[in-house]
């Protein structure tokens, strides 16, 4: 049975006790998809959250794209694209998206959540 690391989500042998990307105690419980993602940005236009999904694409991060995101409580308004990302990669994914803002591949009127 395998073990699952609850910080990157990643899978391993049942022979590993320890993640060896981050250290943290393996699980024999696999986190349900409501729980792998968190919302991390909210996109101005269905435009801007294309190009973020593919500037994280191009840089091996796992996203997902809705209207409502994956958080229980509502963050914003209606008229908003929010990017969810795998736990583990939330501050690389911070990091891309505002390098992708500074390069003027999306426009600076998305917010970080």
């Not at 919302?39 to 997902?64: K, N, P, Q, W």
């Not at 911070?94 to 390069?103: G, P, S």
Request: glycine share 8%; proline share 4%; net charge negative.
């Amino acid at each position: 049975m395998p073990k699952y690391c609850p910080t990157c989500l990643g899978e391993f042998k049942d022979t590993v006790k320890m993640c060896p990307s981050d250290g943290a105690a393996l699980s024999d419980k696999r986190l349900p998809t409501s729980e792998r993602y968190i919302d991390v940005y909210a996109a101005s236009d269905a435009l801007e959250a294309e190009r973020i999904m593919t500037v994280l694409e191009e840089e091996g991060i796992v996203a997902h794209e809705s209207s409502s995101g994956v958080s229980q409580i509502p963050s914003l308004g209606d008229n908003r694209f929010i990017i969810a990302v795998l736990r583990g990669s939330i501050k690389q994914s911070k990091a891309v998206i505002e390098q992708a803002r500074q390069d003027g591949v999306i426009s600076a009127n998305g917010i970080f959540l």
